[in-house]
């Protein structure tokens, strides 16, 4: 098996040798790269989208169809993913709707038992479904909040990498986006417990990435700032909390989940083939 460089991703072997020892003679490697149209298509890849009923998942979800990607759309919903289905159909892709909670490893054994006996591999997992049940002081959590916020940010991700990758492995490789925040490295007043499962996001993500790039899988994250989602309503619709938020965006404006979907196309795409371990920010400048 040899990846797009050259690289054997099951012995570990790195890429042939790029030209620094060789600036003034033939160097396949590096006039491919500059001939070669830069490729963001992903045509034939099977992707799976967790989160994927609304907001930047739906966004994910319909990019990576109108790129090419089957999809496989996962939430608790089956009604409200099938929607999600309904549109990426009538713009010309291919998509299916899995229900499954992700915080629950029966039921996140179930869907790769499913994807593995319906598509044999898996080339694409965005991590993307998250949750917030409390917008309060660290202080007054109990430990139902944090087995919540845990259970479905930062265990579900984990144990649904552990899949995808093994599945990823068996056919030569693959691409993952960890959708983190960036209150995952810059911790939000009251959104304490969240941010610490978004910090564990982007560790999870570096530690991925080096065990898995032996196996040509890429693992990165990406760090939205305010984006206008089901999920940010207690922010949008607080007029201080907004206001104040806003006024630490250099921007100076809140994100739709589409700008968040254009990173994520690259970082799945050939054109980040060098790409891993790598935190990704979409933040209009909030955290610069
Ligand atoms: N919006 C922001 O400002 C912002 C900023 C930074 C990071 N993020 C992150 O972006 C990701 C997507 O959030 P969003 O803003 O798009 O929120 P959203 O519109 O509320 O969407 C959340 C998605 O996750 C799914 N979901 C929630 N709990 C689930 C569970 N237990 N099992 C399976 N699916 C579950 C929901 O579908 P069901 O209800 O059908 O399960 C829905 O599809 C999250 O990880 C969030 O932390 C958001």
């Not at 609304?54 to 089957?70: M, N, W």
């Not at 409390?134 to 202080?139: C, D, K, R, V």
């Not at 196996?215 to 305010?226: E, Q």
């Not at 201080?240 to 589409?258: F, G, L, N, Q, T």
Request: proline content about 3%.
């Amino acid at each position: 098996m040899v990846n797009a460089f050259g690289g054997d991703p099951e012995s570990g072997q790195p890429a042939a040798k790029m030209c620094r020892e060789n600036e003034n003679s033939e160097c396949i490697n590096h006039k491919e790269m500059l001939m070669d149209k830069i490729d963001f298509a992903l045509d034939g890849k099977v992707a799976l989208v967790t989160g994927a009923s609304r907001g930047i998942g739906e966004a994910i979800a319909v990019s990576l169809a109108d790129y090419g990607a089957q999809c496989i759309l996962v939430s608790r919903k089956a009604d409200a993913l099938q929607k999600v289905v309904d549109e990426i159909s009538s713009r010309g892709g291919k998509a299916e709707a899995v229900a499954c909670h992700v915080g629950d490893l029966d039921q996140i054994n179930a869907l790769f038992a499913r994807v593995k006996d319906r598509y044999g591999r898996l080339d694409i997992l965005i991590n993307n479904a998250g949750t917030n049940p409390y917008f309060g002081e660290m202080l007054g959590a109990d430990e139902g909040i944090w087995d919540k916020t845990f259970d479905v940010n930062l265990k579900g991700p984990f144990f649904i990498t552990q899949h995808a990758a093994r599945l990823m492995n068996d056919s030569g490789g693959g691409a993952i986006v960890n959708v983190s925040s960036i209150n995952g490295v810059k911790p939000a007043l009251l959104q304490g417990i969240y941010s610490m499962t978004k910090a564990g996001i982007i560790s999870m993500t570096k530690a991925f990435a080096k065990e898995l790039a032996p196996k040509n899988i890429r693992v990165n994250a990406i760090l939205p700032g305010l984006v206008d989602t089901h999920f940010s309503q207690a922010i949008m619709n607080n007029e201080m909390i907004y206001d104040y938020a806003i006024k630490m965006i250099p921007m100076a404006r809140h994100a739709v989940p589409r700008e968040i979907a254009g990173a994520v196309i690259y970082l799945v795409s050939d054109a980040a083939s060098f790409t891993t371990g790598a935190c990704f920010v979409v933040d209009g400048g909030a955290l610069a």
